[in-house]
């Protein structure tokens, strides 16, 4: 699905409303703070920008953010839990304007982390990036999980694949998938209009994954640690253009 010039706008506008998500969840999450503080915080964004969350009631999801410390991977469900000094904290934020989506997530150290934790968050936040960069015109789109899996192997560290990346637009999820590894084919050759959000899961063990009771907290196989960064990106005739920065 290739997006015009007014639909990329309300992207846009989409994608700094998750920017300021980004910006208030990161500037509250520290040692003592509950994780369903996070999500009241986050909220209020999207009351102030008259936007509407993707993720509250996406198949009966309670929140506007998922929050996944530690050894969670994704989908964590903010609640009770309290931020402590050393922990690894990921954050995936979501907002509907005007119908179109916007999503990204970023993994953050809450006070003195370990050192394997921040080399853990640095290396796969340089995995999205590098991903990011292979998202241009003639490009085929499975590059982009070369790319990240170069990053994240180089540095030890194991890919997840469970859970991969999505084409977005109407709706938070949409075909084709962006695996961040090589699935065995080049893809989808990418054009001028196209918008992914790409996601990489790096876990500082290996990559294999289990779900949790609650139905949605993803945590790693082995119990170490995980990090994950995303943005949303358009294709367009001067490279990628990430939506989702302030
Ligand atoms: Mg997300
Ligand atoms: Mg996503």
Request: hydrophobic content about 40%; charged content about 20%.
């Amino acid at each position: 699905m290739r997006r015009n010039a007014q639909e990329l706008q309300k992207m846009r506008r989409a994608g700094k409303v998750v920017a300021e998500m980004h910006e208030v969840t990161r500037t509250a999450a520290r040692p003592g703070v509950t994780t369903r503080e996070l999500d009241a915080a986050a909220r209020r964004v999207l009351e102030r920008r008259g936007a509407t969350s993707n993720f509250l009631g996406y198949h009966g999801f309670p929140a506007v953010i998922c929050t996944s410390p530690n050894d969670m991977v994704v989908h964590g469900i903010p609640g009770d839990y309290r931020l402590r000094e050393g922990d690894v904290l990921s954050i995936d934020c979501g907002a509907i304007v005007e119908g179109y989506h916007g999503d990204a997530a970023f993994t953050m150290a809450i006070g003195d982390v370990a050192p394997i934790a921040r080399r853990l968050i640095e290396v796969t936040e340089r995995s999205l990036w590098t991903g990011i960069d292979q998202l241009r015109k003639g490009n085929r789109l499975h590059e982009v999980g070369r790319a990240v899996e170069q990053v994240a192997g180089a540095a030890g560290f194991s890919v997840v694949r469970e859970y991969v990346g999505h084409a977005i637009g109407t709706a938070m999820h949409e075909q084709p998938q962006v695996p961040n590894y090589w699935p065995g084919s080049p893809g989808p050759t990418l054009k001028t209009g196209m918008v992914f959000a790409v996601e990489p899961m790096v876990n500082a063990g290996g990559p294999e994954t289990k779900l949790l009771d609650d139905g949605w907290s993803v945590v790693t196989l082995d119990g170490s640690l995980s990090a994950h960064f995303e943005h949303t990106i358009a294709v367009t005739d001067d490279g990628p253009e990430v939506l989702t920065l302030p």
